[in-house]
């Protein structure tokens, strides 16, 4: 079994906002409340890179490319950390992975069509 799930993905138009959620379903709350949080990406052709960080005590961090569109948070009481994308760009056309400590979850396409 999966530490963490992602869901959310899907097909958006450009301009589009889409809400992805990570549930850390098999991560007792005391080990979920403690840690940083993060979202990846990885596009075809493209090393994984960092998207969005969030402290245990909710200090956030965005890449460069992101800043300003889209918006990380966490709900430590439902072990879960979202993220919120906007104004969506082709160029955001990846494999969305949720990251804490040695665990992946297995990801959620995400496309954006012009």
């Known amino acids: 079994q999966r530490q963490l799930v992602e869901s959310g993905g899907g097909l958006v138009q450009a301009g589009g906002s889409l809400r992805l959620s990570c549930k850390a379903q098999r991560m007792i709350l005391s080990v979920f409340s403690s840690e940083d949080m993060e979202w990846y990406r990885q596009a075809p052709g493209k090393e994984r890179e960092l998207v969005a960080s969030i402290s245990s005590g909710r200090v956030t961090k965005y890449a460069d490319s992101v800043k300003g569109r889209f918006t990380i948070s966490r709900d430590n009481g439902r072990r879960t950390v979202d993220l919120r994308m906007d104004s969506l760009k082709p160029e955001d056309t990846a494999v969305y992975y949720c990251?804490?400590?040695?665990?992946w979850g297995q990801g959620t396409q995400v496309t954006v069509s012009s």
């Open positions: 990251h804490a400590q040695d665990d």
